[in-house]
């Protein structure tokens, strides 16, 4: 922060070199280390003043309060990082309560779990002619299901797949149409949460899959 130096100061420069030349471009930019040089600063340009025409009360309450200001603003920094670092640590102990539940996210992995295959959707607006076309990991088509007319907004579907034998994980996708024209569907792979943890600012999720996903990634717990 700059001070406005009288003329009788800038005459005494040469007495200030030792607060401002290289001793005081070494020190840290930190809060604490500002507040010191301006503190010297300050000692020195009353020290060097013009007796006859000191610096009038105003212009030192100013100069100090801006000081102050950048203080308290830096303050209230770290107390909203700690802040959301603690909300962040109670939040993860409360979504413990989620383990174990099934959540949608975006994707298209289908989960085979007790012979039936679960995954879902989100359809722009309402189609009369949805159809789920699930691959092999290598990308051979295995089975269509034709789940008809569908309403706007998030859906599920599940596929018996009993007869399938293969080891490889499933992948599917979604296609929709009304009226003949194409309606936008976004695929959502089911998951199981297995843990939950957090990097101190954000929380995450790791699925039985074994993905990682964030918070908002989650479209529903089911």
Do not use: C
């Amino acid at each position: 922060m700059a001070l406005n130096l009288t003329p009788s100061v800038q005459a005494s420069q040469p007495a200030l070199q030792n607060l401002t030349g290289s001793s005081v471009a070494a020190e840290k930019t930190d809060a604490t280390s500002q507040q010191d040089r301006f503190l010297k600063l300050l000692v020195a340009q009353l020290n060097n003043q013009d007796p006859m025409n000191p610096m009038d009360n105003a212009q030192l309450t100013s100069q100090t309060a801006q000081i102050s200001t950048v203080s308290g603003i830096e303050q209230l920094n770290s107390n909203l990082l700690a802040l959301g670092k603690q909300f962040t640590a109670m939040q993860a102990v409360q979504s413990t309560t989620m383990i174990g539940h099934d959540v949608l996210t975006s994707g298209n992995r289908l989960e085979i779990s007790q012979g039936q295959g679960r995954g879902g959707m989100e359809l722009a607006s309402a189609a009369d002619k949805v159809s789920v076309q699930i691959f092999s990991a290598g990308g051979q088509l295995v089975d269509t299901l034709e789940l008809g007319s569908m309403a706007a907004g998030r859906q599920e579907f599940a596929w018996d797949a009993s007869k399938y034998s293969g080891a490889s994980a499933l992948n599917f996708k979604v296609a929709a149409s009304n009226a003949g024209q194409g309606v936008a569907a976004n695929a959502l792979a089911r998951d199981t949460i297995s843990s939950i943890g957090t990097d101190g600012s954000a929380m995450s999720f790791a699925l039985k899959s074994g993905a990682i996903v964030r918070y908002e990634q989650i479209k529903a717990v089911l």
